[in-house]
């Protein structure tokens, strides 16, 4: 069971970049996925998240109206739409799933147990 992130880069502030996470192995039916990022030092932070069943999204305060992620259940992919970039956004950026389970939280890193390898972001001003 892999997850594989890519579509990270340099750019500049105002640019757009779009992640992309391919799974394999396995089907990710009934799981949420979503992406998070960390900066050196700080905590791994969730960016935005997107159920199986509903595809309803959820987002970072800090990333609402700028990021839209997606899922095509069909090719096992989740993406990451990101626009109007700030250098606040560098970070590496990792993709997750999360097995259904109603009892936990959502936005919780520690609940998310197959993780891709990072995706560096970086946005110069």
């Known amino acids: 069971v892999q997850l594989q992130a890519s579509g990270g880069g340099l750019v500049q502030a105002g640019d757009s970049l779009r992640l992309t996470c391919q799974a394999s192995?396995?089907?990710?039916?009934?799981?949420?996925m979503g992406w998070f990022r960390q900066t050196p030092g700080q905590e791994r932070e969730l960016v935005a998240i997107?159920?199986?069943?509903?595809?309803?999204?959820h987002y970072a305060d800090s990333v609402k109206g700028r990021f839209t992620i997606s899922r095509d259940n069909a090719k096992n992919t989740v993406s990451l739409q990101m626009n109007s970039l700030k250098p606040e956004d560098t970070a590496v950026y990792y993709c997750?799933?999360?097995?259904?389970?109603?009892?936990?939280?959502?936005?919780?890193?520690?609940?998310?147990?197959?993780w891709g390898q990072g995706t560096q972001v970086t946005v110069s001003s």
């Open positions: 997750a799933a999360r097995p259904f389970n109603p009892y936990t939280s959502l936005y919780s890193p520690s609940e998310y147990t197959v």
């Open positions: 192995g396995r089907t990710f039916s009934g799981y949420t």
């Open positions: 997107i159920l199986w069943s509903t595809s309803d999204t």
